[in-house]
């Protein structure tokens, strides 16, 4: 199973912005697709963004505009640049690895604290 490193997280302040990295154990896109999912206390475990093979993203609702998925294939890794954090954008984030029959590998989180 791939294993998923996930780094960057940290305290900012409200309109502040953080990078996310995602290293994973294999290539990126052996799999179908690679995601962010984000996880707030006593909430539910919600998507944020998805880049699928071949270069196509499409990302929640609520981070449109502000959020922005990418990869780098040689490193296999996958970022999240998180441009003007609200409160609300407070959770832990966890990377995920998708395969075409449903599976999904998960790191193990990293915290996103936006706060004045």
């Known amino acids: 199973q791939v294993q998923l490193v996930e780094s960057g997280g940290g305290l900012v302040q409200p309109g502040g912005s953080l990078r996310l990295s995602c290293a994973a154990s294999?290539?990126?896109?052996?799999?179908?697709?690679m995601a962010w999912f984000r996880q707030a206390p006593e909430k539910q475990r919600e998507f944020v963004a998805r880049i699928i093979r071949g270069g196509s993203a499409n990302y929640a609702d609520s981070v449109k505009g502000r959020f922005t998925i990418s990869s780098d294939n040689a490193k296999n890794t996958v970022y999240l640049q998180m441009n003007s954090l609200k409160p609300e954008d407070t959770a832990v984030y966890y990377c995920?690895?998708?395969?075409?029959?449903?599976?999904?590998?998960w790191g193990q989180g990293t915290q996103v604290t936006v706060s004045s």
């Open positions: 995920a690895y998708e395969t075409t029959l449903g599976r999904t590998s």
């Open positions: 294999r290539s990126i896109f052996s799999g179908y697709a």
